[in-house]
C-alpha cells in the first residue's frame, strides 16, 4: 500500500515539473467577425424638406415623430437608422429666425459636453463643404454612447444638430470598426450636405 502511494506520489510530481516547463500564451480577446457593405450612396431630397444630403443605401431615413414622448417642433427631424449595425443617427432641425442662434450654439456645446463625463478626450474641427455649408464636428474619444455628434448651419436661416449612437454598452475597442465605418457615411453626409431655402 505505500509503495502504491508513493509510486502515484511521485507520478504528481514527474507531471507537475512537466506541464511547467511548456510555454502558456495567453489567448487575446475576440469579437465577432463584422462584414462591412461596399460603399454606396443616394440622395436624401424629401419634398418639403429644408435639405439635402447623401446617405448610404445600406441606411434607411425614417422620420422622428416624437421626442422623449412629445412631438418635436417641426416636421424635419429625422433618423438615418443603419439596422445591421444596431446603430442611428439622430438629426434635428431649428429654424434660426424661432430660435437664437447663440443659443443654438450653446446647446450643441452643452449636449457634446454632457458625454465629456465619461470621455478620455475630445476632438473637434470646423465643417466647411462646397455648399457653403459651415459647421463643427465633435469626435469624443473613450467610452460614450455617442462618439460622433455635429451641428450645420447658415446662421441666418437654418441649423442642424446631428449625433450617432450605437444599440451596445459603450466600449471603444469593440464598437471602433463599426464606428470608423459609419463616420466615413457621416463625413459624406457633412460634404454633400446643402440648405434648400
Do not use: R
Not at 95 to 120: I, P, Q, R
Not at 136 to 161: E, I, R, W
Amino acid at each position: 500500500m505505500m509503495h502504491k502511494i508513493l509510486v502515484i506520489g511521485l507520478l504528481g510530481l514527474v507531471v507537475m515539473i512537466v506541464s511547467c516547463n511548456s510555454t502558456f500564451t495567453p489567448k487575446p480577446k475576440g469579437f465577432f467577425k463584422i462584414a462591412f457593405p461596399e460603399k454606396q450612396y443616394t440622395t436624401f431630397n424629401k419634398e418639403g424638406y429644408p435639405y439635402s444630403f447623401d446617405y448610404p443605401v445600406y441606411a434607411q431615413v425614417i422620420k422622428d415623430s416624437t421626442f422623449f414622448g412629445q412631438v418635436p417642433e417641426n416636421p424635419w427631424w429625422i433618423n438615418i437608422n443603419f439596422p445591421q449595425f444596431n446603430g442611428k443617427i439622430y438629426i434635428s432641425y431649428k429654424e434660426v429666425d424661432k430660435n437664437k442662434l447663440e443659443k443654438l450654439l450653446k446647446d450643441a456645446f452643452t449636449l457634446t459636453g454632457k458625454h465629456t463625463v465619461k470621455a478620455t478626450g475630445k476632438e473637434d474641427s470646423l465643417v466647411v463643404n462646397e455648399h457653403g455649408v459651415h459647421g463643427m464636428f465633435f469626435k469624443v474619444l473613450g467610452d460614450v454612447a455617442t462618439p460622433y455628434q455635429f451641428f450645420l448651419t447658415d446662421s441666418v436661416k437654418n441649423f442642424l444638430y446631428g449625433a450617432m449612437y450605437l444599440e451596445a454598452t459603450p466600449n471603444s475597442d469593440s464598437a471602433k470598426p463599426v464606428n470608423d465605418f459609419i463616420l466615413q457615411d457621416m463625413k459624406h453626409m457633412i460634404g454633400t450636405f446643402n440648405w434648400k431655402k
